[in-house]
């Protein structure tokens, strides 16, 4: 058995809760893919499942709190044998379930989907594992890190979905299992019908060790570099801290007590006060896929570079904002003016200069000195607050969209390796790392999470490509996921269609927003 220490960075998704994802299968009697193959069977999936899995042994381990040092994670893992300590591995669940509908009653086909889909009555519940993971109770050695729910339908096609606890994995750590284990069950598929298949599997890379290297200064060191922590505070990220909020919080008990394990350690300098009265958790939250077409990407992008401000604001063409940028400085900038209609509506008065928030999720595997292996898995992901004032985001001159896409392209320009060297170095001495929040939902803020280039629209079982790819995120205001649209290609010909740009086939954006807000956003004629 083995016992790992996980990186700092893993430590501080304790608070993000987990990782989920559903992929949505054609059956083969589907009209839009007669040519597809049957899906593979739920015995076939747990096969290829457990064969992906001796190549991720850890997330059958135990995820625990370091013993002497309650902010850090450790797994333990590695065979079913019992010790008095750890005990034996919880493993991964596999739940087998059978909807009474066809899967077009839940996804309709993807040129048939409105540019707005109202996903709002979306059935999460049928298709995702409903039971506790690990990283909700630390302390409960029988909690699994990982489940897995396969869904069939009626016509045949089937719901592969995932659930993790976050540290363990982010959305690339995610996605290149699933892609792990469609080219598995695919090779398990080949072998019984003796044709010969080539999965050209990279190994997966667990070794958190790598990431907390990258730090700084010396981690063994019991006090901070002081010009090192400075360092690490001017990066634009927000530090909420919960132990500081009592008053207000909705949940005191679960958000803001001070956990047991923490009470008689040092404390670390406290954060800011969490905003919780931003946050109406009885306002209902409407949920909608939108989506922008290649053309529509191509002209936001056009407007923001063709404007004077951008060629002011962005001198140095290493900075220069992409598609990517303009995309989301559009949807923040609508999102914000409609959620300035309702406070004018409801007091008739608004705050200019109050500051609007875009919690920006940054992956840094690219980012640290030096690189991580683009095969590692784990949870190396910093959130950066893009700020404005109401005003600067909410103005409808011309220049508004290269304004605030080139502000987003030079806050995260600022994770360079030496400051993330010294972030890293700043949360190896903090006793509780995961105590800040770095995000936060309600009216001042969109918290942004961007699964594009993670290929999932390429995990194919045997029966084909997705017909749809769904990042799963809470049902909360102010939440927006960013993911490639659906190829508009048929099954048999997908292979021989290579997309040259991730925008090919469109973006959809998946949005979370308070029900008044998202009708302001939908009527607004400059969203489209």
């Known amino acids: ?197 080539n999965s050209n599997i990279e190994a997966p890379i667990f070794d958190p060790e790598l990431l907390d290297r990258c730090a700084a200064g010396d981690p063994n060191h019991p006090d901070p570099e002081p010009q090192l922590v400075a360092r690490a505070l001017a990066l634009p990220c927000l530090r909420y801290d919960t132990w500081i909020s009592h008053e207000g919080c909705p949940f005191p008990a679960r958000w803001t007590e001070i956990p047991e394990e923490f009470r008689s350690l040092p404390a670390d300098p406290p954060g800011q006060r969490v905003p919780w009265e931003e946050w109406d958790l009885k306002a209902p939250v409407a949920r909608y896929v939108i989506h922008f077409s290649q053309g529509d990407l191509q002209r936001l992008w056009q407007e923001a570079t063709s404007s004077t401000a951008a060629g002011k604001e962005v001198s140095d063409t290493t900075l220069k904002f992409s598609y990517h940028d303009a995309l989301v400085a559009h949807v923040w900038s609508c999102v914000n003016r409609a959620r300035r209609q309702i406070e004018v509506s409801e007091t008739n008065v608004t705050d200019d200069n109050a500051t609007v928030y875009l919690n920006y999720t940054l992956g840094i595997r690219k980012r640290t000195h030096p690189p991580l292996p683009d095969r590692f898995v784990g949870s190396p992901t910093v959130a950066a607050a893009i700020s404005a004032t109401s005003q600067q985001v909410c103005s409808e001159e011309t220049d508004t969209l290269a304004h605030l896409a080139t502000r987003i392209r030079k806050t995260v320009a600022l994770f360079t390796s030496d400051n993330l060297a010294a972030h890293l170095h700043m949360k190896l001495h903090e006793q509780c790392p995961q105590r800040m929040w770095p995000s936060f939902p309600g009216r001042r803020h969109l918290v942004v999470t961007s699964w594009v280039r993670t290929r999932l629209y390429e995990a194919d079982f045997g029966s084909g490509t997705p017909r749809y790819v769904k990042g799963v995120m809470p049902s909360v205001d102010g939440m927006l996921h960013v993911m490639e649209g659906a190829p508009k290609v048929t099954a048999a010909c997908l292979s021989s269609s290579t997309a040259s740009h991730w925008t090919d086939h469109g973006v959809d954006v998946q949005l979370h927003l308070a029900k008044g807000a998202m009708k302001n956003l939908l009527q607004d004629p400059t969203f489209w």
């Open 1 to 197: 058995r083995q016992s790992v220490l996980l990186s700092i960075v893993d430590a501080t998704h304790i608070s993000s809760g987990t990782a989920e994802t559903v992929l949505f299968y054609d059956g083969p009697d589907s009209s839009s893919s007669s040519s597809r193959s049957p899906p593979p069977t739920p015995d076939q999936l747990q096969a290829a499942l457990a064969r992906t899995l001796d190549a991720y042994p850890q997330w059958c381990g135990r995820l625990y709190r370091q013993p002497g040092r309650p902010g850090r994670l450790m797994l333990t893992f590695g065979g079913a044998g019992i010790d008095d300590i750890h005990g034996s591995d919880p493993g991964v669940v596999f739940l087998v379930a059978r909807a009474d509908c066809p899967l077009v009653d839940l996804v309709p086909p993807v040129h048939q989907r409105a540019p707005a889909w109202d996903v709002s009555a979306f059935p999460l519940a049928l298709l995702m594992p409903q039971l506790t993971l690990s990283v909700s109770n630390l302390n409960d050695p029988a909690l699994p890190s990982v489940a897995v729910q396969v869904t069939s339908f009626t016509c045949g096609g089937m719901a592969v979905a995932l659930k993790i606890s976050h540290p363990l994995a982010d959305a690339t750590s995610l996605a290149g299992f699933v892609l792990d284990w469609a080219a598995n069950t695919q090779q398990q598929q080949q072998q019984q019908q003796r044709q010969s298949y």
